[in-house]
């Protein structure tokens, strides 16, 4: 779609970061934000310009940069220490698009429209991501990724303020994981997604559920759980389940509870 008031297209800088204003927009892949109509944008900048690594991998971990495409992430070939790794490629399949949407579409952008179904939130959430974000007077935040999304496209970027990478952790990505995912039609939106973690140095758990309720929620333990008490914790969260063409609150509550036994019993 053709942005009509857009008035001026540049490569985005710090110098850009510090002059931002009101109609202004960042532009990664323009998979969104050329889909429908932008009245209040009259600025683009280009977050390609920075030339940031796609994927960065050292010690610590795996730097995902905002402007990484899906289709150079799904590629990504992970180390064999990492048992979390095939994560990575079953997250960006879960993004049912397109050749042309995984060649353009950014992993930043995914996280930062913050849709529930967003399975880069969930991938970069599950792994206890951490996302680093650039603000306008130049400082520099790291917040955890389950904390980045509040709720249905809104997260805790202020205006302006861009997100700059995520960081997987190298002992979450050496954790044994889990996955199950679900949508109402054979190439709908995820209407759930539970991402199991036990951690290969105590067996701590965590169980990441994501699609079916507006912002990423989880379910932590010190140990392994029986299903009863998954479900019985799962039961005491009140984890409000999202509501909308893609599932109700009650068929997407009863996904949850399936999928996590099911993620339960292949960790164990």
Same mark, same amino acid.
């Given at each position: 779609?053709?942005?009509?008031?857009?008035?001026?297209?540049?490569?985005?800088? %710090?110098?850009?970061?510090?002059?931002?204003?009101?109609?202004?927009?960042?532009?990664?892949?323009?998979?969104?934000?050329?889909?429908?109509?932008?009245?209040?944008?009259?600025?683009? &900048?280009?977050?390609?310009?920075?030339?940031?690594?796609?994927?960065?991998?050292?010690?610590?971990?795996?730097?995902?940069?905002?402007?990484?495409?899906?289709?150079?992430?799904?590629?990504?070939?992970?180390?064999?220490?990492?048992?979390?790794?095939?994560?990575?490629?079953?997250?960006?399949?879960?993004?049912?698009?397109?050749?042309?949407?995984?060649?353009?579409?950014?992993?930043?952008?995914?996280?930062?429209?913050?849709?529930?179904?967003?399975?880069?939130?969930?991938?970069?959430?599950?792994?206890?991501?951490?996302?680093?974000?650039?603000?306008?007077?130049?400082?520099?935040?790291?917040?955890?990724?389950?904390?980045?999304?509040?709720?249905?496209?809104?997260?805790?970027?202020?205006?302006?303020?861009?997100?700059?990478?995520?960081?997987?952790?190298?002992?979450?990505?050496?954790?044994?994981?889990? &996955?199950?995912?679900?949508?109402?039609?054979?190439?709908?939106?995820?209407?759930?997604?539970?991402?199991?973690?036990?951690?290969?140095?105590?067996?701590?758990? %965590? &169980?990441?559920?994501?699609?079916?309720?507006?912002?990423?929620?989880?379910?932590?333990?010190?140990?392994?759980?029986?299903?009863?008490?998954?479900?019985?914790?799962?039961?005491?969260?009140?984890?409000?389940? &999202?509501?909308?063409?893609?599932?109700?609150?009650?068929?997407?509550?009863?996904?949850?509870?399936?999928?996590?036994?099911?993620?339960?019993?292949?960790?164990?």
């Amino acid at each position: 779609m053709d942005l009509a008031f857009v008035e001026s297209l540049g490569a985005a800088s %710090t110098a850009a970061l510090a002059g931002w204003q009101p109609g202004d927009a960042w532009l990664g892949g323009g998979t969104w934000l050329f889909s429908e109509p932008q009245p209040q944008l009259r600025r683009l &900048f280009d977050l390609h310009a920075f030339g940031w690594e796609p994927l960065r991998l050292s010690d610590s971990g795996l730097e995902i940069a905002s402007t990484c495409r899906l289709t150079e992430l799904a590629e990504f070939s992970p180390p064999q220490r990492w048992l979390a790794g095939h994560l990575i490629r079953r997250c960006c399949e879960s993004l049912l698009g397109s050749f042309k949407i995984w060649n353009d579409a950014t992993v930043g952008g995914n996280i930062c429209l913050s849709l529930p179904a967003g399975p880069m939130t969930a991938l970069a959430a599950s792994l206890d991501g951490v996302c680093e974000i650039w603000h306008t007077d130049g400082n520099r935040d790291y917040v955890p990724a389950i904390d980045f999304v509040t709720g249905d496209r809104t997260n805790v970027l202020p205006p302006g303020s861009l997100l700059r990478a995520v960081t997987l952790p190298e002992r979450s990505l050496r954790a044994r994981a889990g &996955f199950r995912q679900v949508s109402r039609t054979p190439l709908g939106r995820s209407a759930a997604l539970v991402i199991g973690t036990c951690d290969a140095q105590d067996d701590s758990t %965590t &169980f990441t559920v994501t699609a079916a309720v507006a912002r990423p929620r989880q379910l932590r333990f010190g140990h392994v759980p029986s299903t009863e008490e998954l479900l019985d914790v799962l039961a005491d969260a009140d984890l409000s389940y &999202f509501d909308d063409a893609h599932g109700t609150q009650a068929w997407r509550a009863h996904l949850t509870r399936l999928l996590l036994s099911q993620v339960l019993q292949e960790l164990t």
